[in-house]
């Protein structure tokens, strides 16, 4: 078996949230190049119409489907919207995620509300959904979570309710493993650490400041280095692997 053998996903479907920008669009890509047919989930039409485009014209197959994490109903219809366009998914990404910022002393409800119910309801939500499907088709699958590395250390001031809501998604994590398992459903978890991402660029809050500034051994990281442990992750060779986190951070442990 050739080695790209290992990593094949072709034929799969893979539903990536957040997938029109930064890591969720890098792990889109990644994804489509290992033969998934791709389903861009977003709540930005215009940028997942144009990520799915883009991607159908790079030769593979990708479609876009709207979602507005937040709202329950429209979480409910994205899943109906996903089987009825592609089938069944073999793969659900949990990337989407809000990361404004907010002092802990300043910090509002409203904030932390608003963070928790895209971060970690969402997430809910999307593995609930996507979960009885893959479920229903019997074929097993693999379910992929997004966390952060600012559960290990690598934090920035500000970011309360961003890291409680990511610490509730390893959660989630670790309980789906445990009752999916029967279905042969893996679940696991990615910590990034620094992307550069419009995200992270444009989120709102005080200047950056703390242990996750430092640089680390082999710097930041690139969303299509995300989107390389989602496909180990996604693929037969990762059939064993289940309930674990893998820390994508650039060795900040070691630095």
């Known amino acids: 078996m050739a080695n790209t053998a290992l990593f094949d ?7 990536v949230t957040g997938g029109a920008k930064g890591i969720g669009a890098g792990i889109a890509e990644v994804l489509a190049e ?3 047919t791709v389903v861009i989930a977003d709540a ?3 940028s997942a119409d144009a990520r799915a485009d883009a991607l159908t014209k790079a030769g593979h197959q990708a479609v876009a489907v709207i979602v507005d994490l ?17 089938g069944a998914p073999w793969l659900l990404v949990n990337n989407a995620a809000l990361q404004d910022r907010e002092l802990l002393l300043e910090a509002s409800a409203s904030h932390w509300d608003t963070i928790h119910t895209v971060n970690a309801r969402g997430a809910f939500l999307m593995t609930r959904e996507i979960a009885k499907q893959m479920v229903a088709a019997g074929r097993g699958g693999r379910i992929v979570n997004i966390a952060s590395n600012a559960l290990r250390g690598g934090l920035i001031k500000g970011l309360a309710a961003y890291t409680s809501s990511k610490g ?3 959660e989630l994590s670790h309980v789906s493993a445990f009752e999916l398992a029967e279905h042969q459903i893996t679940v696991n978890t990615i ?8 995200g992270a660029i444009n989120a709102t809050g005080p200047l950056t400041d ?6 680390t051994p082999f710097g930041f990281q690139e969303p299509r280095e995300i989107g390389a442990a989602v496909v180990f992750f996604a693929s037969d060779s990762a059939r064993a692997i289940t309930n674990q986190a893998l820390a994508v951070d650039g060795g900040f442990s070691v630095s």
């Open 9 to 15: 996903l072709d034929g799969r479907v893979a539903v």
């Open 34 to 36: 290992a033969g998934a």
């Open 44 to 46: 930005d039409r215009e």
């Open 70 to 86: 937040a709202d329950e109903d429209s979480v409910v219809a994205a899943g109906a919207a996903i089987a009825e366009a592609v």
């Open 168 to 170: 509730a998604m390893l």
């Open 191 to 198: 910590l990034p650490g620094a992307v550069i991402t419009p």
């Open 210 to 215: 703390g242990p996750a500034t430092r640089p």
